[in-house]
């Protein structure tokens, strides 16, 4: 680090203000003082302020997420904390946080609405862990739920989006630069994650270092996606624009004097028995065309000139002030390339998502979104599943302008709420731009989601389960647009039938009003039933899970209302019936708790891998 000596500060206060000494500079405490200096030296010692080159000051992010550039990407606290890392002064958390809370855009949506009942966090968490060529990355997990869970309103962004990754699929040379890119860009984001010892111990090799990664990921924007036509073509803008930058120049010039400041020509003999028998230094070549090349006589000059208007700088703190002074000139869109670190994971752990599903026989696509558009989807899975199993078993579903409402029945642990989770999981990553997990899907633009899958009880909720879902309800019809899709599992099972079907008649008449594509699951099969023979089905569509032969779930689900919800099957199958459970409690009283316990376990394996 820079030191400004007790002398220096001393003969400072004896010159007065009047001296060529920036006011700025006072203390030593300052975890900033190293560019603060380095922004007011001139190369002769004296100083004065140096501003960033417009050209870079502004630089604008290259946006993967949106078609219009969001201009308000400003993030003082992670420039700050980018200044204190090339410092060695930043913790090696602190700019990670900070990009986790990069802006995603607005959104009409209400991600308390869905994000819980979706399992949005366990969807990403499975997808984040990112390989490129056996190197091995986790993605930016805070950033990737937000992006996930504010999923735009409008068709341009989200084609936008899918643009970049059709491009990407059907380009191998881009999915190389857009790889190489997101592994430079992470070695460049590495060496700022350095601790604070490692920086320290060679600070001027370390900054180098740092100047050296970000001239890597300009050369690679710039050369790397020549010829592309979508979003894509951004990175290949900036990295141009950069590159052709004064700041860019000064940067390059810097680091070719740092790496190949002279050429020493040597002649080496080597004898028979391999040892060095002779070594003369033929020429020593200096580079000369280098900017920051000086002669001897000139470097000389300049000492003489520290010296003589008594500032006690040494060789190194002059290097320091060189390095500081091109950080400044380029920070600014070195800030913009960190940033984009996050843009490039979304596409990346996309394509992750996608090669994972097609590796055990599933198919992905980017769904076609239309303003006025049916629900017509192939082949549709449950992504949460994939962790699970190996191959999740996909249905069809289909809807038509006049049956948007759809009541759906089946037998327990028929995938009814897989099903919901699948078409939720569908319709949100279908809007973000991300692949869908189905084959083929055509969908309109939803004006929201809202989902009643889960209900966990809280210690400090105060009411009860039916009085949460209630509660839930209402929120439903009180903040949900109309064009929304909304996803309703076993509303009020938890109490008595006849009053609970008639809270379920009710949501399913209003749910008419707000016109939204609704899927209900419920097990009051007779309701059901009557809901359909008897012409109350007007806007409603029905759909049961389908069984086999042998009364076996096939996950897959068909038109029509469910006989049975196959409820003592079920019971048998986990071992849950009076004889069995007699005989636990015979055996209970005859060998003790743990032997027991020990049958019940052989009894009822749990149910991994079933579509519940």
Known sequence: ?????????????????????????????????????????????????????????????????????????????LKHLLDLAFLGRASAGELDRELDLMPVGGTPWQPEHFVDDLFVSEFVDSNVAIEVNGQRFRAHQGFLERVLSTPPSDLQTIRYRQAILRELDGNASFVEASDQLLVMLYRLLTL?????????LEPMRFRFDVLSAFRSVVHQMAEGFEGATSGLQRLGDAGREIRDSTAFSHLQALLDHNEKMATLDLEVFIGADGR????????????????????????????????????????????????????????????????????????TVSRTFAA?????????CLPSIEAEAELEIEELFNPLLLALMDRPVPTEIKTTSSTRINLVTGPNSGGKTRLLQAIGLMGLLSHCGFYAPCASARMPLLAGLFASIVELDRADQSEGRLGTELVRLRN?????????????????SGTNPSEAIEIVDVVLRLLKQIQPHAFVTTHFLDFASQLQSHGNSDGLAFLQAEVDNRQGATFRFVSGVAKTSLAVGTAQRLGVTFEELERLLENRSRFGETSCSKEIDELAPGDHGKQE
């Not at 700022?192 to 320290?200: I, K």
Request: aromatic residues 8%.
């Open 192 to 200: 700022l994650r350095a601790s604070r010892d490692d920086a320290r």
């Open 1 to 77: 680090m820079m030191v400004i000596r007790k002398s220096y500060l001393r003969r400072r206060a004896e010159h007065g203000p009047g001296s060529r000494v920036a006011d700025d500079v006072r203390t030593s405490s300052d975890p900033s003082l190293m560019a603060r200096i380095a922004s007011f030296m001139y190369s002769d010692g004296r100083f004065r302020r140096r501003r960033p080159p417009r050209e870079l000051e502004d630089f604008p992010l290259p946006d993967l997420l949106s078609p219009m550039a969001d201009s308000d990407t400003e993030s003082d606290r």
């Open 476 to 492: 439903l019809f009180e903040s949900v647009p109309s064009g929304s899709l909304v996803l309703l599992d076993e509303l009020c």
């Open 356 to 364: 994972d599903a097609r590796s055990r026989g599933l198919q992905v």
């Open 276 to 347: 060095l028998r002779h070594l003369e230094i033929r020429g020593l070549s200096e580079a000369k065309g280098n900017p920051y090349f000086r002669r001897p006589l000139r470097r000389w000059l300049d000492r003489l000139r520290v010296i003589y208007r008594r500032y006690d700088l040494g060789s190194e703190e002059l290097v320091e002030r060189l390095v500081m002074g091109v950080w400044q000139e380029v920070a600014p869109a070195l800030l913009r390339l960190v940033q984009l670190i996050c843009h490039l994971e979304f596409y």
